[in-house]
C-alpha cells in the first residue's frame, strides 16, 4: 500500500525534472550493480534473442537489399554498354569482311581476266559494269569506258568465260553492250568439233540462244563447244561462245532445234574485257 502510494506521488506530484533525475538516479544504479555484479546479463541475452529478427530484417531492408540493388543496377548498367560496344564492333567487323570477301571476289575475277587476256592476241581493255541497260526491250549492260577510252561501236566484249556481247552504243565516257542472248542479236559459230557452221541467235528472256538452220541429220551432240567463227567482221574467229545443252529432231521440218547455253556469266559480270580488233578486222567491226 506504501508502494502504490508512493507511486501515485510520483506520478502526480513530482515535476518533470524531478521525475528525470530520479530516473537517471535508477538507470546509474542499475548500471553500476550490473558491471560488479552481472544481474542483467540474462535480461541481456533474452532482449538480443527477441531482437536479433528485427535487425536482421532492418539490416537486410535497409543495408544489405540496398547495397545488392545498387551493385545489381551497376553490373546491369556495365553488361548494357558492354553489349552496345561488342554490337557496334561486330557491326564493323561484319561490314570489313563482306569488304574483305567482295575484294577477294574482285582479285579473283579480275586474275581470270588477265589469265583470259593472256591467251589473247588482240589487244583488250578492263571495263567495269556500272549497271543494267534502262531499256526494257533490249538485253544489254553499261560499261564505265567510252570513246575517251578508244571504244567504238561493234567491238567484241567477253568474260574470262567467253563471249558476253558487243558494243552496240559508245559514249565519250560509257558504253552499251548488248549481250548475245538478246532476241535481236545473231552470232556467227563454228562447231569445234567438225568445224560446222551456223548462226547462234538470241532467245531473249530464256538467257540461251539457239543454234539457226541446223540439220537434222548434222553431226551436233549435248555437250559441244562453238566457237565464233569470224564470218562477218563482227566478232574475232575462236573465241568460246556457247555449249550445246539440247537436241531435238523430232519437231517438224527440215531443220533440228538446238539449244545453247552462253559460257560467259552474263548475270554476274562484274569486270569485262573489251576487244580491240586487228588491223585487218578494223573495217567490219561496226555492228549491223
Not at 501515485?8 to 538507470?27: D, Q
Not at 548494357?80 to 561488342?86: A, D, G, N, Y
Not at 578492263?126 to 571504244?151: C, E, F, R, W
Amino acid at each position: 500500500m506504501a508502494v502504490r502510494s508512493a507511486m501515485n506521488f510520483f506520478t502526480r506530484s513530482s515535476s518533470p525534472t524531478l521525475r528525470l533525475g530520479i530516473c537517471a538516479v535508477l538507470s546509474l544504479a542499475l548500471m553500476v550493480s550490473d558491471h560488479h555484479r552481472q544481474h542483467a546479463v540474462l535480461i541481456r541475452s533474452a532482449l538480443s534473442v527477441v531482437v536479433y529478427p528485427l535487425q536482421l530484417v532492418v539490416s537486410t531492408i535497409f543495408v544489405d537489399l540496398p547495397r545488392e540493388t545498387i551493385s545489381w543496377l551497376s553490373t546491369r548498367r556495365s553488361l548494357i554498354r558492354e553489349s552496345e560496344e561488342l554490337r557496334h564492333e561486330l557491326l564493323v567487323l561484319g561490314s570489313r569482311i563482306e569488304r574483305l570477301q567482295e575484294l577477294e571476289g574482285e582479285n579473283r575475277r579480275l586474275r581470270r581476266l588477265l589469265e583470259s587476256s593472256a591467251r589473247i592476241d588482240d589487244r583488250v581493255l578492263v571495263a567495269s559494269v556500272l549497271g543494267v541497260d534502262i531499256d526494257p526491250a533490249s538485253s544489254g549492260l553499261v560499261l564505265n569506258k567510252g570513246t575517251q577510252h578508244g571504244i567504238r561501236r561493234g567491238q567484241s566484249v567477253i568474260d574470262a568465260n567467253g563471249i558476253l556481247g558487243q558494243v552496240d552504243h559508245a559514249g565519250p565516257i560509257s558504253s552499251t553492250v548488248v549481250l548475245i542472248t538478246d532476241a535481236s542479236h545473231a552470232l556467227p559459230v563454228v562447231l569445234s568439233r567438225n568445224g560446222l557452221r551456223s548462226i547462234a541467235v538470241g532467245g531473249g528472256p530464256t538467257g540461251e540462244l539457239d543454234l539457226a538452220y541446223v540439220p537434222k541429220d548434222a553431226d551436233i551432240e549435248v555437250g559441244d563447244l562453238l566457237v565464233s567463227s569470224g564470218l562477218g567482221g563482227r566478232f574475232p574467229a575462236g573465241y568460246p561462245a556457247a555449249t550445246v545443252v539440247r537436241v531435238e529432231t523430232a519437231r517438224a521440218g527440215s531443220y533440228a532445234e538446238v539449244r545453247l547455253r552462253p559460257l560467259a556469266d552474263l548475270r554476274r559480270a562484274r569486270e569485262v574485257l573489251v576487244v580491240f580488233p586487228s588491223d585487218g578486222d578494223a573495217e567490219g567491226t561496226d555492228a549491223g
